[in-house]
């Protein structure tokens, strides 16, 4: 099933393009296969905020990194279908070494996880024997295995003022989610210098006029997103907490400042609201550009029709080395044990 660009949709005049669902015609009959392998399997299918919208769809959850791994942890499924990315399902398989594990497209990697090779990691730790590591969880099984607990950006907060206060933080991959912890927190931070291929591209200046062409919007924004971009948002969050806020906001317009999957889910939940997607680049200096969409092109690689395929052939599958697998799984359960302090 490809996808061409005539199915990148505006969404009226003058805003921003977003991608639509496929035809009913193309996504039911498929959508019934994947609901009798669901069924024969006993499956549950887990879905990031970014996947395409007839992914989201059929799944029996859609969140972000955090809502994802407490599902994970938590569900009497037997097989585990994660319709995201490599490090997502590896979350899902540290939780659950018993379970089978699929991804429908090994490739769907990401950027920050590719900035943060296991060895590179364990040489700057030998540096500081006091360094206590919080790891992003957009990063390899091997990295989470040398990390004392990992965070998302819906907790990172909360994980950073939870950590030993004699020792010193050394935060991975993402200098610019670490840069915001540390403005958020006041706790000084070694920070890796890794970063968001997708959310450093949203620049100040194209958000500035926006802005402008929509004075009454309110501006939401990822934590992956530099600091001169960071700066002009009513709010900076994670993916869950970006519908919520778009939720209980009385406004009515909000300029979207991460990957653009999820403006699908914001306008089936706030029907009555608008939701722009905030350009990646000067929409002044580059108007004649008709993909202004921001979107991450790991996330992009799954499709109905590969969850299909993977559900049947149980493969692309996630298998990890045992000593990973075990020493992985600390880091996790800390992070999920702070997080549902309350
Ligand atoms: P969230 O946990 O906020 O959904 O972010 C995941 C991610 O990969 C952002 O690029
Ligand atoms: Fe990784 Fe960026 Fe894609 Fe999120 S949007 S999965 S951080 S490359």
């Known amino acids: ?97 018993d379970k089978i594990v699929v991804l429908p497209d090994k490739d769907a990697g990401c950027s920050l996880e590719e900035s943060c090779p296991a060895d590179q990691l364990a040489a700057l730790q030998k540096t500081n024997p006091n360094f206590y590591t919080v790891t992003y969880i957009n990063c390899s099984a091997a ?4 990390s004392d607990v990992i965070c998302t950006s819906g907790n990172a907060v909360k994980i950073v003022e939870a950590s030993p206060w004699d020792k010193d933080l050394l935060f991975v991959p993402d200098e610019n989610l670490g840069a915001w912890v540390m403005e958020q ?16 591209e949203f620049r100040r200046d194209s958000l500035l006029r926006m802005r402008e062409q929509f004075p009454d919007a309110k501006v939401v924004v990822h934590p992956e997103s530099l600091r001169e971009v960071r700066d002009l948002a009513d709010a900076v969050c994670s993916t869950e907490k970006m519908i919520t806020y778009c939720k209980t906001s009385p406004a009515k317009q909000f300029v979207i400042v991460t990957e653009s999957g999820i403006i699908h889910r914001m306008q089936k939940e706030c029907p009555d609201k608008e939701f722009l997607c905030a350009p990646t680049f000067d929409v002044m200096r580059l108007p004649t550009d008709n993909c202004r969409c921001s979107e991450c092109k790991f996330m992009k690689l799954n499709t109905l029709e590969k969850v299909r395929d993977c559900m049947k052939q149980l493969a692309p599958r996630i298998e990890l080395p045992e000593p990973i697998l075990q020493r992985a799984r600390r880091p996790i359960e800390r992070m999920l044990e702070i997080s549902a302090r309350s």
């Open 185 to 200: 927190t006041g706790r000084p931070m070694t920070l890796w210098q890794g970063s968001c291929y997708a959310h450093v």
């Open 1 to 97: 099933m490809m996808i061409d660009v005539t199915e990148i949709q505006p969404t009226g005049v003058d805003r921003f393009p977003v991608r639509r669902p496929l035809p009913r015609a193309e996504v039911e009959p498929l959508a019934r296969e994947i609901f009798a392998l669901k069924k024969q399997l006993n499956a549950v299918i887990l879905a990031h905020n970014y996947q395409v919208p007839e992914i989201q769809d059929i799944a029996d959850y859609v969140g972000d990194s955090l809502g994802l791994s407490q599902q994970a942890a938590a569900t009497p499924a037997d097989v585990i279908v994660f319709c995201g990315v490599h490090f997502m399902a590896e979350t899902a398989k540290i939780l659950n070494p």
């Open 143 to 146: 990295v989470k295995a040398l």
